[in-house]
């Protein structure tokens, strides 16, 4: 795994075919956002756990990206997780 604030890429994470890929996601983002996994939010907020899970179990090619938390979050065919720090949205007025 490398982490890192280079061109916004938080890290890329290896994915180990051993581990389901919902829960190397949450520890890819909890090792780029410097926290315990379990304190984070649930990841079924943003993607469905299971689906994801069953997406690269036999390695099709391919790609899906989603957002959680504060990462944009790119996982791929070739076993890597990609997460990128999301810019701060400007607040805006009502």
């Known amino acids: 795994m490398s982490c890192g604030r280079e061109e916004r890429v938080a890290c890329r994470c290896p994915i180990d075919g051993e581990k389901p890929l919902s829960l190397a996601v949450v520890e890819c983002i909890s090792k780029a956002d410097g926290a315990d996994p379990e304190t984070l939010p649930p990841l079924h907020e943003a993607i469905d756990p299971e689906a994801l899970d069953d997406l690269f179990r ?17 996982v791929g065919s070739d076993a890597v997780i990609s997460t990128r720090q999301l810019e701060d949205q400007p607040a805006t007025a009502d």
């Open 58 to 74: 036999d390695r099709t090619p391919g790609e899906v990206t989603f957002t959680y938390l504060d990462y944009e979050i790119t």
